[in-house]
């Protein structure tokens, strides 16, 4: 089935620390892919997104993600996390046969020690 | 304004009583989408507006759901006869123009609890 997997439900990393958020996707063909952050009380905000191209992505607040192809992964990193990076982070998809719906993981809360 | 907005913020309901939920995209934008987030889960596409075409329904989980959208502006989610697994975060998000390179940009949500 279509599905976008999450596998880490809670991460928790000490601030200064480098960060990996996993995502894997599982569709016929590559689709276009997303990573979104929410903070307690507020709407998603769009980090970055992978269309083709270069598979390393730069996004805002410092975030990069890789696309691998032979995974079929999305893995966002951040070499050095801030206190304000804690958040709940989803990775989500627009299918190759779809022109606007985007289809969600469950999330990644990321907690940041002092 | 700036960004997306919605109202209520918060709104608690009995159960079997109806609940509207509004949205206000950013101006100039013509695709507006509702999505609806369950409590630690990811985001579940309800419906979609797109200018003047007809609207995608595919997402909307029961009758009791509708939304309504007038030109390229306000939309409303109504939800008739709750029930508690109604029970979630309503997200509204807009984008210029529909397509799959489009961003999403989301409002702040309402978060429905029905009793």
């Known amino acids: 089935a279509q599905s976008v997997t999450q596998p880490d439900i809670h991460i928790t990393v000490s601030e200064g620390a480098s960060l990996e958020l996993r995502c894997n996707y599982s569709?016929?063909?590559?689709?276009?892919l997303f990573w979104y952050v929410q903070s307690p009380g507020q709407g998603l905000q769009l980090l970055l997104k992978y269309f083709s191209g270069d598979t390393l992505v730069q996004g805002i607040k410092g975030f990069e993600a890789e696309f691998k192809r032979s995974q079929s992964s999305f893995n966002l990193r951040k070499p050095s996390v801030h206190w304000s990076d804690a958040a709940e982070y989803f990775c989500a998809v627009v299918p190759w046969d779809s022109s606007y719906k985007l289809i969600f993981g469950s999330g990644t809360r990321l907690l940041v020690r002092p | 304004g700036a960004g997306v907005s919605q109202s209520p913020s918060n709104k608690v309901t009995e159960k079997g009583k109806d609940v509207e939920l509004r949205c206000d995209p950013i101006?100039?934008?013509?695709?507006l989408y509702w999505y609806r987030q369950r409590l630690g889960q990811g985001l579940e596409f309800l419906i979609y507006?797109?200018?003047?075409?007809?609207?995608?329904k595919s997402g909307l989980p029961s009758d009791r759901f509708s939304a309504e959208r007038t030109g390229e502006s306000v939309s409303t989610l109504t939800i008739q006869r709750t029930q508690q697994e109604d029970s979630a975060v309503y997200l509204c998000?807009?984008?210029?123009?529909?397509?799959?390179?489009?961003?999403?940009?989301f409002g702040p949500g309402t978060r429905l609890t029905v009793l």
């Open positions: 101006s100039g934008h013509t695709a």
């Open positions: 507006f797109q200018g003047n075409s007809a609207p995608d």
């Open positions: 998000a807009s984008s210029s123009h529909g397509g799959r390179e489009d961003t999403q940009y």
């Open positions: 569709y016929g063909a590559t689709p276009y």
